[in-house]
């Protein structure tokens, strides 16, 4: 019986030992790649850690404080990470694996550094947990030794002077012909274009003719029909821009200062300018009725509106100058009077 037990005792502890083993902690470990560097070189750190495949572990960003023990006081860090390298995993005999973690660094001042021991954050089922590295690492930077007994100052050379040669401006003045021939031609093909219509190249440079009070007049009116102001109930604007349209079109054509006289001074300069009766009878309707809306709040019908809009188109359309067009004669008919000269 006593064998019997004792048997039962070993059988038991080699089915506990492998899942002790599995579920211990993991393990961390840390070097560097050189123990020596020069100012600038880059330097590799390397972080192992062993653990279970069940076990989760976090690598911390790179923040290692760093002392340098020549001057025996703590300082900013001067190391760059050049590169953070992706963890690889290499598997281990049974369900163990190794996390390798990587980083190049890049040191710019001199001396002995010491890094901190690296660390990573362990979590499995319920413990958090934080492993440190069991050694802290210390490397030194060695800078370039400069003689200044054998270095001598020297001052800037001058500039060099070259020869200026064709192939270095040969290219842009080729460039340049093209573009004035192109030019050239351009300007000789205008100048013909506008002989063949009876014009100058100066032509082009002229400002362009004012457009004449009865065509603005006309444009406005017609824009203002199409805004349907009075079949929107909007009596006041319509009259309003169908007077200002008026006397714009006056103090254009006949050098009038409409736009600052009332109705009865507008009445009294028309007795001196020559148009049909009937034109200033229907001018001076217009804006008597353009009063009444404006100042009296007067709402004329419909018909009235549209009447009054073609006493105004017409009026423009009866006292804009008359344009005399002048026939040319033809060769031969010129000719012939010519010889009876």
Do not use: C
Request: charged share 30%.
């Amino acid at each position: 019986m006593k064998l019997l037990r004792y048997i039962l005792i070993l059988v038991s502890a080699l089915l506990v030992m492998p899942v002790v083993a599995q579920n211990s902690a993991p393990t961390i470990s840390s070097h560097l790649s050189a123990d020596t560097i020069m100012i600038g070189d880059r330097i590799t750190l390397t972080i192992e850690v062993e653990k279970d495949m069940m076990q989760h572990i976090v690598f911390p960003s790179f923040d290692f404080k760093t002392s340098n023990e020549e001057e025996n006081k703590s300082k900013e860090p001067s190391i760059e990470v050049i590169h953070d390298f992706a963890p690889d995993t290499i598997p281990q005999e049974g369900r163990r694996v190794v996390l390798r973690k990587r980083y190049e660094m890049a040191v710019y001042d001199e001396g002995i550094y010491k890094l901190e021991r690296a660390q990573v954050l362990y979590a499995d089922k319920n413990i958090l947990d934080t492993l440190f590295a069991d050694h802290e690492e210390k490397f030194f930077v060695k800078t370039f030794q400069i003689d200044s007994t054998m270095t001598t100052v020297r001052d800037l050379k001058p500039q060099m002077t070259l020869k200026l040669r064709f192939a270095e401006f040969g290219g842009y003045l080729g460039i340049g012909l093209g573009v004035l021939l192109l030019l050239a031609l351009a300007l000789y093909l205008l100048i013909r274009h506008l002989t063949k219509q009876g014009k100058r190249i100066g032509d082009l440079f002229k400002p362009a003719p004012p457009v004449p009070a009865h065509i603005i007049a006309i444009r406005a009116l017609e824009k203002l029909h199409a805004e349907k102001l009075w079949q929107n109930n909007k009596h006041k604007l319509y009259y309003s821009e169908l007077s200002d349209i008026l006397r714009t079109y006056l103090a254009g054509r006949f050098e009038v200062g409409a736009m600052e006289m009332t109705t009865d001074e507008i009445a009294d300069a028309l007795r001196s300018m020559e148009m049909e009766q009937k034109s200033k009878m229907d001018l001076l309707s217009v804006l008597r009725d353009a009063d009444l809306v404006k100042f009296a709040k007067a709402t004329p019908e419909a018909e009235e509106n549209e009447l009054a809009y073609n006493k105004a188109y017409y009026f423009v359309e009866n006292t804009k100058p008359i344009e005399v067009v002048e026939e040319e004669e033809d060769a031969p008919t010129k000719n012939r009077k010519e010889e009876k000269r």
